[in-house]
């Protein structure tokens, strides 16, 4: 059964960083294209980064571009995003996601292109 479990949230001061974690298992990781999503309450969920398979493609929702970093490692099976320089609009619970990927490069920002996802960390940034 795929399975993918966050960890790494909580509550950080405005300029500081976190390190998400994103666990996966029964699913062949190293075939598939994975990404972060962020919600907040009564807003659609929106993609924050996303990572291929091979590891070398990434790609970044602009507001979070320079400080955040997605990167994986696929001994551990796990992917991480490295979060520095914190805002408080930064603040959401943050959802990790992975998607069959079409090409070893290949990354994906909608939503629908993924279908496993795990149960979500949350995220707050105090000012």
């Known amino acids: 059964q795929e399975q993918l479990v966050e960890s790494g949230g909580g509550l950080v001061q405005a300029g500081g960083s976190l390190r998400l974690a994103c666990a996966v298992s029964g699913l062949t990781f190293s075939t598939y294209a994975m990404g972060w999503f962020r919600q907040v309450p009564g807003k659609e969920r929106e993609f924050v980064a996303a990572?291929?398979?091979?590891?070398?493609?990434?790609h970044y929702q602009d507001s979070v571009k320079g400080r955040f970093i997605i990167f994986k490692n696929s001994t551990k099976n796990t992917m991480y995003l490295q979060m520095n320089t914190l805002k408080p609009e930064d603040t959401a619970v943050y959802y990790c996601?992975?998607?069959?990927?079409?090409?070893?490069?290949?990354?994906?920002?909608?939503?629908?292109?993924?279908?496993?996802w795990g149960q979500g960390t949350q995220v707050t940034v105090s000012s």
């Open positions: 990572i291929s398979w091979s590891g070398y493609a990434t």
């Open positions: 996601a992975a998607g069959t990927a079409s090409s070893v490069h290949s990354y994906y920002i909608s939503d629908v292109d993924y279908h496993a």
